[in-house]
């Protein structure tokens, strides 16, 4: 057994003041905890780790990052572990990962969010704290994910800020369209062919340098839009699900910068 007093003596009233100061200087506030490596929260449902495309980082910028949710962690009522991958201008390759609680808002059931989902219910969403003091102008982003829809005829806010948002909309026949805000416009597609009945639908609203374009099941969506340059707060919250409405969802992906995560 390693004698105590030993340890103390190890243990430098500056070593101790290093730690402080580190925790107190971190830019995201006690709801994150710094990761050396990349954790489970940092893997996407691919077991890929995130991390923002450095071909998107504009002049001007001091850091990009992208914000995932894969509920892969314990089951919780209180809040879900999401994971933000950063890279700065100074220099763009190593990537930073810090891990995030989002807590569950009107959660007046104690719905369990982990395991792999988050069964929303009709009451609580989830709501992730600011992520930085940025506010850049954006021409491109990405919103990626996937979500079962249990009732028809129903539109289910998948992701909402106060600068961007994106919707989806299941009609009477199973049929769904997918509608994006970014900025002070709003985008939608009218080619609603896909059945999403009783299936796990992966979604994506993507803007790739002004081009938007919507995708169900990795499929294009006609037609696709010009996205002027629009602002996005990084120091507001984001918003997952709402309530009012219904459905599981296995993967949320922010990603302001854009093209994070083309591959999946």
């Known amino acids: 057994m390693i004698n105590q007093c030993y340890l103390r003596k190890l243990i430098s009233?500056?070593?101790?003041?290093?730690?402080?100061?580190?925790?107190?200087l971190s830019p995201f506030g006690s709801s994150v905890a710094w990761a050396q490596a990349v954790p489970p929260a940092c893997l996407n449902d691919a077991g890929q780790p995130i991390r923002?495309?450095?071909?998107?980082?504009?002049?001007?910028?001091?850091?990009?990052w992208v914000l995932l949710l894969n509920f892969n962690h314990a089951l919780s009522a209180s809040y879900t572990t999401g994971c933000i991958g950063m890279i700065t201008a100074a220099n763009p390759q190593p990537v930073s990962y810090q891990l995030i609680q989002c807590p569950l808002q009107n959660n007046i059931n104690q719905i369990r969010v982990g395991g792999g989902t988050a069964p929303f219910d009709g009451n609580f969403w989830i709501e992730c704290p600011g992520i930085t003091q940025n506010n850049?102008?954006?021409?491109?982003?990405?919103?990626?994910?996937?979500?079962?829809?249990p009732t028809s005829n129903q539109s289910y806010l998948l992701m909402s800020h106060q600068d961007v948002a994106v919707k989806a909309a299941v009609d009477a026949t199973w049929h769904i369209t997918l509608d994006s805000r970014?900025?002070?416009?709003?985008?939608?597609?009218?080619a609603n062919q896909v059945n999403v009945a009783g299936k796990i639908v992966p979604f994506k609203s993507e803007v790739d340098r002004t081009l938007g374009t919507h995708y169900i099941?990795?499929?294009a969506l006609t037609p696709h839009f010009n996205v002027a340059g629009f602002p996005f707060d990084e120091s507001q919250p984001i918003t997952i699900g709402a309530a009012g409405q219904t459905m599981t969802l296995y993967?949320?992906?922010?990603?302001?910068?854009g093209m994070c995560c083309r591959s999946q």
Do not use: K
Request: net charge negative.
């Open 251 to 257: 993967e949320m992906i922010v990603d302001p910068p």
């Open 52 to 64: 923002p495309n450095p071909a998107y980082l504009d002049p001007g910028w001091t850091n990009a």
């Open 182 to 190: 970014y900025g002070v416009n709003t985008y939608n597609n009218f």
């Open 217 to 219: 099941n990795n499929q």
């Open 13 to 24: 009233p500056c070593l101790i003041w290093t730690i402080v100061l580190a925790a107190l």
């Open 136 to 149: 850049y102008v954006h021409a491109s982003f990405g919103v990626w994910g996937r979500a079962r829809f």
